[in-house]
């Protein structure tokens, strides 16, 4: 295969990931013009037009999505290829571009990362918050972190933290001021604070078991927002009950400011998730990042 032509798809796929030219180049470490010639070069010698191309956005024509189908199978071995060989002489290096949730980065990715980049120091992570589900591939992500359950089957998904439940509490004046509900139904009425779905912009419903059945119940709020270190406060100042992971609740409960309800009710567990496109095309800083976090929690779990 002639060099050129192979420099033309890497640019191609690359800039199909990242949905521009500019990001696409600083990624291969080449100028903007240089990766456009490549493109426009491989555009030639394929009679066919890639990319539809604005002043805002850069998108793929039907051709350049029939062409990413087969060109990026291969692309992806051959950076898998050449990121091994050189691990085998120096460290990982290069970015690492991921997407998180704001829970998510306050339950797994925050104590870890500080250590992550003293460790790999030629690794560097971008990372974006945002609650809203997020398209990697579209976006030009490398990896996220969810919930498992809400990871697409075709993504490579690997556990990063120990199964945990979601529990009610409140604090200990607002449940005397109120009395304490014996079952979920009794939230009728009963302040609590709301979770806000960004995506949907509505409240998410609250999740409970029963007899191995599972229910939702939609609560009555003064408050709804989507960070749950507000919805922690507004539950220590008596403001309502609140439904929270119970890795950040249980130290407020242990202290005595907040006390767990509806404990025989509580959902399953769930936990939380690196996911990423494909195993063959990790790359060397995605797979130290995959392996540092997995490392994380066998130690977790010895603690």
Same mark, same amino acid.
């Given at each position: 295969?002639?060099?050129?032509?192979?420099?033309?798809?890497?640019?191609?796929?690359?800039?199909?990931?990242?949905?521009?030219?500019?990001?696409?180049?600083?990624?291969?470490?080449?100028?903007?013009?240089?990766?456009?010639?490549?493109?426009?070069?491989?555009?030639?010698?394929?009679?066919?037009?890639?990319?539809?191309?604005?002043?805002?956005?850069?998108?793929?024509?039907?051709?350049?999505?029939?062409?990413?189908?087969?060109?990026?199978?291969?692309?992806?071995?051959?950076?898998?290829?050449?990121?091994?060989?050189?691990?085998?002489?120096?460290?990982?290096?290069?970015?690492?571009?991921?997407?998180?949730?704001?829970?998510?980065?306050?339950?797994?990715?925050?104590?870890?990362?500080?250590?992550?980049?003293?460790?790999?120091?030629?690794? *560097? #992570? +971008?990372? /974006?918050? &945002?609650?809203?589900?997020?398209?990697?591939?579209?976006?030009?992500?490398?990896?996220?972190? @969810?919930?498992?359950?809400?990871?697409?089957?075709?993504?490579?998904?690997?556990?990063?933290?120990?199964?945990?439940?979601?529990?009610?509490?409140?604090?200990?004046?607002?449940?005397?001021?109120?009395?304490?509900?014996?079952?979920?139904?009794?939230?009728?009425?009963?302040?609590?604070?709301?979770?806000?779905?960004?995506?949907?912009?509505?409240?998410?419903?609250?999740?409970?078991?029963?007899?191995?059945?599972?229910?939702?119940?939609?609560?009555?709020?003064?408050?709804?927002?989507?960070?749950?270190?507000?919805?922690?406060?507004?539950?220590?100042?008596?403001?309502?009950?609140?439904?929270?992971?119970?890795?950040?609740?249980?130290?407020?409960?242990?202290?005595? *400011? #907040? +006390?767990? /309800?509806? &404990?025989?009710?509580?959902?399953?567990?769930?936990?939380?998730?690196?996911?990423?496109?494909? @195993?063959?095309?990790?790359?060397?800083?995605?797979?130290?990042?995959?392996?540092?976090?997995?490392?994380?929690?066998?130690?977790?779990?010895?603690?």
């Amino acid at each position: 295969m002639q060099r050129d032509l192979l420099d033309g798809v890497v640019a191609f796929t690359t800039v199909a990931r990242r949905r521009s030219f500019t990001v696409a180049a600083a990624d291969l470490g080449v100028t903007p013009a240089a990766v456009s010639h490549a493109v426009k070069q491989l555009e030639a010698r394929l009679g066919v037009v890639l990319f539809a191309r604005t002043t805002r956005e850069v998108g793929l024509t039907e051709a350049g999505r029939r062409f990413l189908q087969g060109a990026q199978p291969a692309v992806e071995a051959m950076v898998a290829a050449t990121a091994s060989a050189r691990s085998l002489g120096e460290g990982p290096a290069g970015t690492v571009r991921l997407t998180t949730s704001r829970l998510a980065l306050r339950m797994v990715l925050a104590p870890v990362i500080t250590d992550f980049t003293r460790a790999y120091p030629d690794v *560097r #992570l +971008e990372i /974006v918050v &945002d609650d809203a589900q997020v398209s990697l591939i579209e976006e030009g992500f490398d990896v996220g972190v @969810r919930m498992g359950e809400m990871i697409a089957p075709d993504m490579v998904a690997v556990r990063v933290s120990h199964p945990f439940r979601f529990c009610v509490v409140g604090s200990p004046a607002l449940l005397e001021r109120w009395g304490r509900p014996e079952h979920p139904r009794d939230l009728k009425g009963y302040p609590c604070l709301n979770v806000l779905q960004t995506t949907r912009m509505n409240n998410y419903r609250w999740e409970f078991e029963e007899e191995g059945r599972e229910f939702e119940v939609a609560v009555d709020s003064p408050l709804s927002v989507n960070d749950f270190d507000l919805l922690m406060k507004a539950s220590l100042d008596g403001l309502g009950l609140s439904y929270q992971p119970e890795p950040l609740a249980m130290g407020h409960v242990m202290n005595g *400011r #907040l +006390e767990r /309800v509806l &404990d025989r009710y509580l959902a399953g567990s769930t936990s939380w998730h690196l996911y990423y496109p494909s @195993r063959l095309g990790a790359s060397a800083p995605l797979r130290a990042f995959v392996e540092f976090m997995r490392g994380r929690m066998r130690m977790a779990g010895r603690a």
